[in-house]
């Protein structure tokens, strides 16, 4: 134990020495002199005695064949002071995105004001009001067309004419709803003859009950006698073809006043289709078959006023607060025909 505490200081002793000639300092000794640094190591290492290799022989063959390594001196470095690390400057934060402004909302697109709705075909329009009394002076004649019972006797359809035709039908009726042509035509001759009285005019009825029997030619001579500035004749239509709708006018072929007929068949045509919704697009046709118009020298009308053969127009024609309105658009037309006229 002796001996390696021995070994150990000698080794300290050499590491101080060789440090000191590295560094090229002298050693200081105890009384303060300098000594010169020794040229090489081994001038400062006492040589060993002969006990002292003895000694070191007998403690290598005591330690059961294993050989005493000699600890390595540490070296003494010295310390070179790790320089601080440069704190990394604090990244600059980068500047908040701008929010992208709030897309100003579209304005709501202008609801396109609702298209007026046409009144529903059949629907009862409103009375037109006529103050006054447009119609003072004037004669006008009614013929509500056919009557209870048809007469099958026959007449000139036009006078000297040796063509024979029947006096008078019963007309058609109404397929769905049973209503006779004769009873309509009545009905709105007579809600036509109230107004036009309150107008101002004279009127001048074929008949104002159904149980009647007058002919054809018959009618015609009373508006001839009666010197009517208009004669209307009432009738209702039928067909075959049940799908066949809408109103029309007859004007006669061959008549003094010719020209007045055609003026007042499309006035009246016009405010007839324009207060009731029912169609009129068949227009004005010529005829010259017509009994009620060959005898007759004033100026002369007939309006078909619908289809009873269908099955709307039917219901229509059938409905009494519906023939009033039937009874106010011809009303209006001839109102518009004198209108014209002055």
């Not at 066949?244 to 020209?259: D, E, H, Q, W, Y």
């Amino acid at each position: 134990m002796g001996r390696k505490i021995f070994i150990i200081v000698c080794l300290a002793i050499a590491v101080v020495v060789v440090a000191a000639m590295a560094l090229g300092d002298p050693i200081t000794n105890r009384a303060g002199e300098t000594t010169p640094a020794p040229a090489t190591l081994t001038a400062y290492i006492p040589a060993p005695t002969p006990a002292m290799r003895a000694a070191a022989t007998a403690s290598a063959r005591g330690s059961a064949g294993i050989g005493a390594t000699a600890p390595a001196a540490a070296s003494i470095a010295a310390a070179t002071p790790t320089p601080a690390i440069t704190a990394t400057p604090a990244i600059t934060a980068t500047p908040a995105i701008t929010a992208t402004p709030a897309i100003t909302e579209t304005p709501a697109i202008t609801e396109t004001p609702a298209v007026t709705q046409t009144p529903a075909t059949g629907a009862t329009p409103q009375a037109v009001s006529i103050t006054g009394r447009p119609l003072s002076g004037t004669v006008i004649g009614l013929d509500p067309g056919h009557q209870l019972k048809s007469n099958s006797e026959t007449e000139p359809v036009a006078p000297g004419s040796s063509e024979m035709k029947k006096k008078v039908s019963s007309g058609t009726y109404g397929r769905f709803t049973g209503t006779k042509e004769h009873e309509v035509n009545l009905n709105v001759g007579l809600h036509l003859r109230d107004m036009l009285k309150d107008a101002g005019a004279t009127v001048i009825m074929t008949r104002e009950t159904a149980g009647v029997n007058i002919s054809n030619a018959e009618r015609a001579i009373l508006f001839n006698d009666k010197l009517v500035d208009l004669g209307v004749r009432l009738h209702c239509n039928g067909s075959a073809d049940a799908s066949v709708t809408g109103a029309f006018m007859l004007i006669p072929k061959s008549n003094p006043r010719l020209s007045d007929c055609k003026l007042a068949a499309g006035l009246i045509l016009e405010s007839y289709g324009a207060h009731t919704g029912i169609g009129i697009e068949k227009g004005i046709t010529v005829r010259g078959d017509q009994t009620g118009f060959n005898w007759c020298e004033r100026p002369i009308v007939n309006i078909e006023m619908g289809h009873m053969t269908n099955e709307s127009e039917d219901y229509k024609l059938s409905d009494k607060a519906f023939q009033r309105a039937m009874a106010e658009g011809i009303y209006q037309g001839i109102v518009r025909y004198f209108e014209a006229k002055r």
